[in-house]
C-alpha cells in the first residue's frame, strides 16, 4: 500500500525558511512518477505547488518561484520542498502527492504558518 509521509511543517516569521520533507514507500514505482506539493487554504481549493519529474525536472506554481525549490531523492523514495522568503500568504496545510496508475495518493499533511 503506498504511503506518503510528510514532515517539516511548523511556525515561522515572515522572511523565515522551513524544509518540507515527504517520505513515500509501498510501491517500487514512486521513483518512476512525477512527485508534488500542493497546499489547501480553509475554505479554497487546494492549489499546485511545485512538482518534479523523476528525472527531476521542476515546475513550480508562479506565486513560489523564486522562493521555494523542490527536489528529489529516488534511492530513497523522498521529495523535498524548501521554502525561503516565507510570506504569510504561505499560510496553509501542505500536502505530497503522486500519481500511480490514475490514482492520486496524499498524504496526511502538515501545517506551515508565516506570521506576519
Known amino acids: 500500500q503506498v504511503r506518503l509521509v510528510e514532515s517539516g511543517g511548523g511556525l515561522v516569521q515572515a522572511g523565515g525558511s522551513l524544509r518540507l520533507s515527504c517520505a513515500a514507500s509501498?510501491?517500487?514505482?514512486?521513483?518512476?512518477?512525477?512527485m508534488g506539493w500542493y497546499r489547501r487554504v480553509p475554505g479554497k481549493q487546494r492549489e499546485l505547488v511545485a512538482k518534479?519529474?523523476?528525472?527531476?525536472?521542476?515546475n513550480y506554481a508562479d506565486s513560489v518561484k523564486g522562493r521555494f525549490t523542490i527536489s528529489r531523492d529516488n534511492a530513497e523514495n523522498t521529495v523535498y520542498l524548501q521554502m525561503n522568503s516565507l510570506k504569510p500568504d504561505d499560510t496553509a496545510a501542505y500536502y505530497c502527492n503522486v500519481n500511480l496508475w490514475a490514482y492520486d495518493y496524499w498524504g496526511q499533511g502538515t501545517q506551515v504558518t508565516v506570521s506576519s
Open positions: 518534479i519529474t523523476s528525472g527531476g525536472r521542476p
Open positions: 509501498g510501491s517500487i514505482f514512486i521513483r518512476d512518477n512525477t
